[in-house]
């Protein structure tokens, strides 16, 4: 690809629909498991996770994502689409004012993201630097770790008493 060319797409954005990809393949059972409800097999559906410069500009086509996102139970791919673009995906019928999800799911949520953020930049600075690999799979690490808080934020602002 031409450096010269205008993308309407960050680096950091194209990280956070690695890590979703990634997210929802791991939801699903692995890119082994999943590649039998899809057209490519799972060395494919593994490289449109990876954020290793080889891999950096191959994503998942929408058929493939659609059937990733089915197989894991909830649209982790789509969300992360609607939410590049200012959108909140809700299922049909939910209205904004409607519970969300079970406290001690977000928590849950929040610690196992903040942890896994904190070993990946644990393991990057174990030898006083951070590489490019290191770099990107920090920063998709540190995105839902975000992504968590942000969940958890949302629901303490919408959240009228502690219940």
Same mark, same amino acid.
């Given at each position: 690809m031409s450096s010269d060319r205008t993308r309407l797409?960050? =680096? @950091?954005e194209? @990280?956070? /629909?690695?890590a979703a990809t990634g997210?929802? /393949?791991? =939801?699903a059972g692995g @890119?082994?498991?999943?590649q039998h409800a899809t057209r490519v097999q799972h060395p494919a559906l593994s490289k449109y996770a990876s954020a290793g410069d080889e891999f950096s500009g191959r994503f998942m086509p929408l058929d493939i994502a659609l059937e990733v996102d089915r197989a894991s139970g909830k649209p982790v791919i789509l969300a992360t689409l609607a939410a590049l673009q200012g959108y909140e995906l809700r299922p049909f019928g939910e209205s904004e004012d409607a519970p969300r999800a079970d406290w001690s799911a977000l928590l849950a949520g929040v610690t196992r993201e903040t942890a896994e953020a904190s070993v990946a930049l644990l393991e990057a600075l174990a030898d006083g630097k951070i590489d490019t690999r290191e770099r990107k799979h920090c920063l998709i690490e540190v995105e839902e770790a975000s992504h968590a808080l942000l969940r958890l934020q949302k629901r303490l602002a919408d959240?009228?008493?502690s219940r």
């Open positions: 797409t960050t =680096e @950091a194209r @990280a956070r /629909l690695k997210r929802a /393949l791991r =939801e @890119a082994e498991c999943v959240s009228g008493d």
